[in-house]
């Protein structure tokens, strides 16, 4: 248990080069929250994709020019799967994730052709809850959302970082050089 905990804090810290210390204290607790289903949609996109190479081609709707790969029941999209939607052609949205009766329900990950991408808790076909939300020009949004009329997430609490807020990987910074401790006696 405690391998696997410390497995999941590591992926976390990997996963981020956003500093927890950075978010103001009275959010920190929604920030840590939000990456935490972040992790858990994660690896039900991860299930997803194992599932989908299972069942591939399970579902097609072509007026809507929408696939579907993964489990079923009743011919709708029901566990772990993988929908695509083209628009000419071209792939224009993806989830990986849960389903529930045909609607994205738990946790799961979305892209758009926009480059938008949300991890995290959906609900009633919805990204509703706690994840994160990136944006193509590097912003990270850490927190929560709920659906708005446009259909797109609307931020209800969290954090949202700017690209010029990302921690310069370690052999860019400058670092003084220890002192050199005594050899052993």
Not at 122 to 148: K, Q
Request: aromatic content about 8%.
């Amino acid at each position: 248990s405690l391998e696997q905990t410390l497995e999941r804090l590591t992926a976390l810290s990997e996963a981020t080069a956003y500093a927890i210390a950075s978010v103001p204290a009275d959010l920190r607790a929604c920030v840590v929250d939000a990456r935490e289903h972040a992790w858990r949609a994660r690896l039900a996109a991860a299930r997803a994709a194992t599932l989908a190479e299972q069942h591939p081609d399970a579902l097609a709707w072509p007026k809507a020019k929408a696939t579907y790969s993964g489990e079923t029941r009743n011919r709708l999209p029901h566990g772990y799967g993988v929908a695509v939607f083209h628009y000419g052609g071209k792939e224009i949205a993806r989830y990986a994730g849960a389903f529930e009766d045909g609607r994205r329900s738990g946790h799961g990950v979305a892209t758009s052709d926009g480059g938008h991408v949300w991890t995290g808790q959906w609900s009633g076909d919805e990204a509703c809850g706690l994840g994160l939300l990136e944006a193509p020009d590097g912003s990270r949004f850490e927190g929560e959302v709920a659906a708005a009329e446009s259909g797109s997430p609307q931020q209800v609490r969290g954090w949202t970082w700017s690209s010029a807020d990302v921690v310069k990987p370690a052999q860019q910074l400058r670092r003084t050089p220890a002192t050199a401790l005594p050899p052993p006696q």
